[in-house]
Structure formats: structure tokens, C-alpha cells
């Protein structure tokens, strides 16, 4: 089975884990996340990633979304599956964003993981748009 973990600063990804529900359909199992909250120790985020991972087998397949790479908890999340032994089936991400965890969560399946990077990638920059905005010659904005 392939997961999709996200992992992150404050509440970031469990908000991001609620909105995959609200748009995938409802509760998934092979979506998980785990976050360090604010005064939150590496110990017990460690503890709260190993409780999140637990349905995570070492036969399976898991994709790694962080908020930033370098960041406490991208890196002990890395620590907690390198001493599972479980990196070489791992492939993650950092700067994760909405249009990222979406393609993640619903092709994970349908794509190779090769694939799958490229598309990651590739949706996650094209959600950053700058949007124009057409103020015109009126009071009232358009959008």
C-alpha cells in the first residue's frame, strides 16, 4: 500500500489532512499526518509521527509531505523511518501545498513513483499563481 504522510509546523497539516477529506470523499487510512505545535519538543513529536505511522507496514510505499525542508519536523519524521528502515520505500517532499497533497492522496496509485515526483512537483508550482486583479475604472473590484 502507498501512504501519503504530512508532516509540519503548528496545524498545517492536519488542517491540510482536513481539507483532503472535505475534497477526497471522507476519511481515508492511507492519508496520515502528524505536526509539532507550538512549544511542542522533538520528543514528543517523535512520539506523535511514530502513533500516526502505526498503520504503516515495511512492505509499504510512503510519500512525504513537509512544510519546509530543513525543518524539525521533516527531519525526525526522516530519522523515525530511517530507523524503521523504511527510507528506501520513502520519497519526500518539502513545500507542500494543497494541489500537492491532492495529486498525492488520488494518483498515488494510478502513477509510477517516478511519475508521480514529476507531477507532485509540477502541480504544486503551477497552484502558485499571482492573481490580476481587474480594478478598473469603478468604485467596485471585479474578480
Not at 500500500?1 to 472535505?22: E, N, R
Not at 511519475?115 to 469603478?138: F, P, T, W
Request: glycine share 10%; hydrophobic share 45%; proline share 2%.
Amino acid at each position: 500500500m502507498k501512504y501519503v504522510v504530512l508532516v509540519s509546523h503548528g496545524t498545517f497539516a492536519p488542517g491540510l489532512h482536513s481539507v483532503l477529506k472535505m475534497l477526497g470523499g471522507g476519511e481515508r487510512g492511507d492519508v496520515l499526518s502528524a505536526s509539532m505545535e507550538d512549544g511542542m519538543g522533538a520528543d514528543a513529536f517523535v512520539e506523535r509521527f511514530e502513533r500516526a505511522i502505526t498503520p504503516i507496514k515495511n512492505e509499504d510505499e510512503i510519500i512525504l509531505l513537509a512544510d519546509i525542508i530543513g525543518g524539525s519536523p521533516l527531519n525526525n519524521a526522516l530519522d523515525v523511518l530511517s530507523r524503521r528502515g523504511m527510507l528506501e520505500k520513502t520519497v519526500a517532499f518539502g513545500g507542500m501545498n494543497l494541489a500537492m497533497a491532492l495529486t498525492a492522496s488520488m494518483m498515488k496509485d494510478a502513477m509510477d513513483t517516478e511519475s508521480l515526483e514529476a507531477s507532485l512537483i509540477l502541480e504544486s508550482q503551477n497552484a502558485i499563481q499571482r492573481m490580476q486583479l481587474d480594478v478598473g475604472d469603478s468604485d467596485e473590484a471585479e474578480i
